[in-house]
């Protein structure tokens, strides 16, 4: 046989063998959507002596928890998944011009607010994720959250929500602290039912009067100053303003979208808006899952 032939064949046998690990790696496929697999590539150029670091990581933040961007209406959104099942969704306040969509890597800065606030929420859960946290739900201050141990993780608003919201923030809360306790918390297989805080309705007297119509809320505006009472208005008290009832009347409001209820005490006059029957305060508003509607049909039952 030819030595020549020989020769280049021992030099290539030589070189397919001095590959390095973290090379052949790097041409895997992995299977990390929940919508199906797709391609993780880099070419020659790219690999460093900290390839293997790198992939490893990538393997670990897509293991777990991760994150992909999408539009929500015309607003730019990014939802947290945790082993493929989604569980939070961070979206913008406003429109978005130019909305990122796709799996986002964990390990790379974002340039987007809200892919930025979902990116750190997933590092904090991929963290947590080893620790075997108790996850619960609260309701702090007119606002709904949940705590990991005794830390506050996130709070719900118009930008932070369950990734298939309801008109029920209680049961929206309830709904992410369940699924967090399921898949990367201490193990607990029985939810709970339960949102630390929450304000129970009051047993009150025999209904006087009840009629139905549009509630709206008001708070921030107006927290700290003079309600027509005289008394400072609470945007976290179960307040309301209302046209004609006297001032301390109990009220209980009931949201027709979802059947909760919230027993208010007049202490303002309004609301000034046409086709509005009451207007109740952000804690009252909150507590019936009508905060993020802004308005919706309720039945108003004077008690006392």
């Known amino acids: 046989m030819n030595k ?3 020769g280049r064949v021992a030099v290539a046998t030589l070189l397919a063998t001095a590959v390095s690990i973290p090379e052949r790696v790097h041409a895997q496929t992995f299977d990390t959507g929940p919508s199906g697999a797709f391609e993780v590539s880099v070419n020659d150029q790219s690999l460093e002596s900290s390839s293997t670091d790198t992939l490893q990581k990538f393997n670990r933040s897509t293991t777990t928890v991760r994150v992909n961007a999408h539009a929500h209406e015309s607003r730019q959104a990014a939802t947290v998944y945790v082993k493929d099942i989604p569980v939070l969704t961070y979206i913008d306040s406003s429109d978005t011009a130019e909305v990122v969509s796709g799996w986002v890597p964990l390990e790379e800065a974002a340039t987007n607010r809200v892919i930025a606030d979902a990116t750190q929420m997933a590092a ?9 946290t108790d996850f619960t739900a609260h309701w702090d201050d007119g606002t709904y959250m949940v705590k990991a141990g005794d830390s506050p993780l996130l709070t719900l608003g118009e930008t932070v929500q369950l990734s298939d919201a309801t008109e029920n923030d209680a049961e929206n809360v309830l709904q992410i602290t369940n699924r967090l306790r399921r898949l990367i918390g201490d193990g607990a297989t029985e939810p709970i039912t339960e ?3 929450r304000p129970e309705p009051q047993q009150v007297a025999a209904i006087r009067s009840s009629y139905s119509g549009m ?14 009472s005289g008394e400072s208005f609470n945007q976290y008290a179960m307040t309301a303003a209302h046209r004609t ?12 979208n979802n ?20 207007d109740l305060s952000a804690g009252a508003a909150s507590a019936i899952g009508l905060q993020a509607a802004g308005v919706g049909p309720v039945q108003v039952e004077v008690l006392r």
């Open 245 to 256: 009832l006297p001032f301390g009347t109990q009220v209980r409001v009931t949201n027709l």
């Open 259 to 278: 059947g909760q209820q919230v027993v208010v005490r007049i202490n303002d006059r309004g609301p000034f808006s046409r086709g509005r029957i009451i």
């Open 124 to 132: 904090q859960l991929e963290q947590l994720s080893d620790r075997n």
């Open 215 to 228: 509630a709206s809320w008001y708070g921030p505006g107006f927290h700290g100053r003079m309600s027509a």
């Open 195 to 197: 949102v630390i805080g």
């Open 4 to 6: 020549k032939f020989i």
